[in-house]
Nanobody
Framework: QVQLVESGGGLVQAGGSLSLSCAAS????????MGWFRQAPGKQRELVAGITSGGGTNYAVSVKGRFTISRDNAKNTAYLQMNSLKPEDTAVYYC?????????????WGQGTQVTVAS
């Protein structure tokens, strides 16, 4: 089992920045790919950014150049730095830990943290 706890969400004006953190416990953190997903009302959950166990990254087109995912294996924590936020970034953001990819069946999820971007 892997337990994930997100923090850092909140309300920000358009153009502002927020940083999310995901603290993991329970298994060897460095073995897992970590991802940040988001789900807006009425929409499907989507992968925003992912980082492999080896440090490779992947971003949704809509956030490329604005968001940065990183991880600190010594602290068992993944991060999402979000800059130049837009109202359409408003969603609940979920952290994911997956041994096989991002968001696959049987992977682990945090409880989610709300990000609201005001126009």
């Amino acid at each position: 089992q892997v337990q994930l706890v997100e923090s850092g969400g909140g309300l920000v004006q358009a153009g502002g920045s927020l940083s999310l953190s995901c603290a993991a416990s329970g298994r060897t953190f460095s073995n897992y790919a970590m991802g940040w997903f988001r789900q807006a009302p009425g929409k499907q959950r989507e992968l925003v950014a992912g980082i492999t166990s080896g440090g490779g990254t992947n971003y949704a087109v809509s956030v490329k150049g604005r968001f940065t995912i990183s991880r600190d294996n010594a602290k068992n924590t993944a991060y999402l730095q979000m800059n130049s936020l837009k109202p359409e970034d408003t969603a609940v953001y979920y952290c994911n830990a997956d041994i096989r990819g991002w968001g696959t069946q049987g992977s682990y999820w945090g409880q989610g943290t709300q990000v609201t971007v005001a126009s």
